[in-house]
Every structure is written in C-alpha cells, then in structure tokens.
C-alpha cells in the first residue's frame, strides 16, 4: 500500500497544481489561448482516452505491471515538461503524463480491489481517497512556492523526482492479473448497465464540474481579480484543500461506526453542499474581500473529499474481480473525461466573455490567463460560468437520486457498502 500511495499522489498534484503556473506560464511561453490551456486539457483528455485502455490491458498484463508503465510514462512526460522551450513541447509531455497517470490510477485502483477484502479493502480505499486529496490539497500550494523559488519548470522536476523514487519501490506491489476473457472487447461500457454503477460513475461528472473546475481555475481568478501571486494564490486554496485532505477517512469511519450512514447518504449530502458551495462563490468580485470566498471554499472542498474513494471502491465493488481493470478505466474515463471538458469548456467560455465584455483579443487573452487589470471583466464572466455549473449540478443529483431508486427497485432493498461483487 506505501507504494500505491506514493504513484496515486503525484496524479493529483499534476491536475490541481497547474491553475497557479499558467499566469507564469504565459509569461513565459506566450498567452495563446488553445496551447495554454492544452497545458491543462492535453493531461486531461489523454488521461480519460487512456483509462480505457489501460482499463483492458490492465486485467491483462497484469495491475503491477501497469502501475509501472504508468510510472514510466509520467516521467518522460515530467521530463519533457521541464525541459520544454515553447509551449507545443509542453502541451505533449503534459500529454505523455497523461497516459501515464491513466495506467497509474487503473492500475493501483484494481489492485486494491483484488489484493484486499472487508474492512482492509475499505480502509485502504479510504487512503487512497485521502491520498487524491492530499494531492489535490497540496498541488496549488506545491505549485506556487517552487515557482517563487525555482520558476514553472521546478515543479514538473518534482513530479519525476516522486516518480522515479515509485519506481525504485515497486518491487513490493502485490501481482495480481487474469486470464483474458475469450471475445473480451477492448473498450467495453456494458458495466453502465448497471444502474448503482452508473449512479456512481455520475457523481465524478458533477464533481469535475463543481469542485475540479474551481480547483484548477480559482487560483487564476484570485491572480486576475484579486493581484494574488502564484504563491499566494496557492496558500489560499488551502481553505479549499484542507477539507479535501480531512474527509476522506472521516467519512470511512462514520459509514463503519454508524449503521445509519451509508454510502450513497453521504454521496448526497456532498452534492448538495457542493451545490451551496458553488452558489457561495457568486459573492466573488473585486468590490468584495477575498475572505467571503472562505466559506464556499470550504464546503466544496468538504463535498469533494467526502466521495473521493468512497466512489471507487463502491464501483468497483460491483463487478466481477476480472472485470475491476476494464470497470475502474471506464469509471475513470468518465470521471476524467468529464474534467477534461468542463474544463475546456471554463477555460473556453471565460475567454469568450471577457472579450464580448472588453473587445479586444490580446487583453481578453491575458486577463484569461490571470494576470491582472481587469479584474471586473473576470468575475462578471466568473459568475455567469457559475450559474450554469449550478443548473447543470442541479440535474445530475436529480439524475442520480432517479438511478439508484431505480437499483433499489430492482434489488427489492437496500445498498450496502464495500459488498460482495455482484454480476453486471
């Protein structure tokens, strides 16, 4: 399990920690919006496409081996990053790192699946949900400090310094694989079926668009609304970030201690304070102190770690243990996949207001990226983005309230958590 904590930590330490380098970025290797922001969606998409395959191939070649690949992968990309002299250069090791975290986080969920049973099996879900939260937590902050100390390059020399040394240690990853199943489909969605899965698959979407978005683009809307540095910004999402950290276990231990509180109990509890999180965060303006963004922060942060983990372990508890490889990449492709386009889509949509707010291409294009000036201009855009975020959450968690009412109809009770695998 040390080894699998320390390949999952730096995945989402990459996603979390790039919102705080694009100002530097931009500074550096240009504004262009489309390459820019590839530093963010490169990573993302070849993540969500790969998760598929790596998905398959994994119950094939083994999870240890695919960790190890991934690993491999996630280095060169980190190589690549930092030694990028423009921004193309970049956006392909963002890419490589990309497929790389894909065979990471297929590869450790599945063997977590199959090495472990009961209360183990549990609690080590939950540390990898604390884990993604850590790195989640600590990738702005990570971010902004070596940038002040080493500029944007130091950070991607960090990301192959923790992944060589996972390397060095995988010999003590437990092999797991299966034969391959004859007929087997390389990309195969037939575990969406499943209405509790596919319940569960959802809730990834609606927190890559409630809480991933704003994790990855409030520390641009700080810089560009609020003057924040990079290093500052970064220290700030800690009121974001702590949360995420917390929860996780919290929650394993309420689900374990109280008979009452079950999985999909606290799945809509986070929802819903995601929900009033986002709408907290309509207060953001620079005619308001940064401090009122505290509290929504906080609660989408909260919702976020409150399923991190628990969602994995309760969807890969649903299907056969030679199918967790195919099953943990489709989960994580759309989990992914989701982040990858909202988070376009933010990126896209904010650039496009603020240039019908403006009027002018190159300002609109900086002011994107987060450097200062016209403050204004991005939380007007900012609070638009939100509203819709808000209504599309909205009907998500009534989509997944109908999904599982729907397996609890068909089962004829209720849902328990960690259980035995049930047939697809």
């Known amino acids: 399990m040390p080894v699998i904590v320390l390949a999952v930590f730096v995945v989402p330490l990459a996603i979390s920690g790039m919102g705080v380098l694009l100002p530097t970025i931009a500074r550096d290797l240009g504004a262009s919006p489309f ?4 530093v963010v969606n490169g990573f993302n998409a070849s993540f969500a496409i790969f998760t ?4 398959v191939l994994s119950d094939r070649l083994g999870y240890r081996a695919t960790v190890i690949i991934g690993l491999a992968f996630f280095t060169l990309g980190s190589l690549v990053s930092t030694l990028a002299p423009d921004l193309v250069v970049l956006d392909i ?22 090495a472990w049973e009961g209360a183990a099996r549990a609690r080590n879900f939950a540390i990898f949900g604390t884990v993604i939260g850590i790195g989640s937590a600590i990738g702005p902050v990570i971010a902004g400090v070596l940038t002040g100390w080493l500029g944007w390059r130091g950070v991607f020399i960090v990301f192959g310094i923790v992944t060589v040394l996972a390397i060095v240690f995988s010999r003590a990853l437990p092999r797991i694989s299966h034969a391959p199943e004859p007929g087997r489909k390389i990309i195969d969605f037939s575990v969406l079926r499943n209405p ?43 009121f974001m970030m702590v949360p995420i950290v917390v929860a996780p276990l919290a929650v394993s231990r309420l689900i374990h201690r109280f008979a009452a509180v079950t999985p999909m109990g606290i799945i809509y509890v986070a929802l819903i304070a995601m929900l009033v ?19 929504g922060m906080f609660l989408i942060g909260a919702a976020f770690g409150m399923t ?30 989701s982040e990858a386009v909202v988070i376009a889509a933010f990126a896209a949509i904010v650039t496009a207001l603020i240039f019908a707010n403006l009027g002018d291409h190159a300002l609109a294009d900086a002011t994107s990226a987060g450097i200062p000036g016209q403050g204004d201009a991005y939380a007007a855009a900012f609070r638009i983005i939100l509203l819709v975020m808000i209504a599309t959450n909205i009907v998500l968690t009534l989509v997944v309230v109908a999904l599982h009412r729907a397996h609890l109809r068909r089962t004829g009770g209720g849902v328990r958590h960690v259980s035995p695998r049930a047939g697809i």
């Open 308 to 337: 991190i983990g628990l969602v994995d372990g309760e969807a890969l508890a649903q299907v056969p243990p030679h199918r967790s490889g195919a099953a943990a990449g489709v989960l994580n492709f759309v989990r992914v996949g």
């Open 196 to 238: 509790h899965f596919l319940a569960l698959a959802l809730v990834p979407v609606a927190t890559a668009i409630g809480a991933i978005t704003l994790g990855t683009y409030l520390p641009v809307a700080f810089g560009a609304i609020y003057d924040l540095s990079a290093p500052s910004a970064g220290l700030f999402m800690l």
């Open 93 to 114: 090791g963002r890419i490589l790192s990309g497929i790389g975290g894909a065979a990471v986080f297929t590869g450790s969920a599945s063997l977590m699946s199959n």
């Open 52 to 55: 598929l395959v790596w998905g």
């Open 277 to 295: 999180g986002d709408a907290a965060l309509l207060v953001i303006s620079p005619e308001v102190a940064i401090w009122w963004a505290i509290p």
């Open 35 to 38: 390459l820019l922001q590839s």
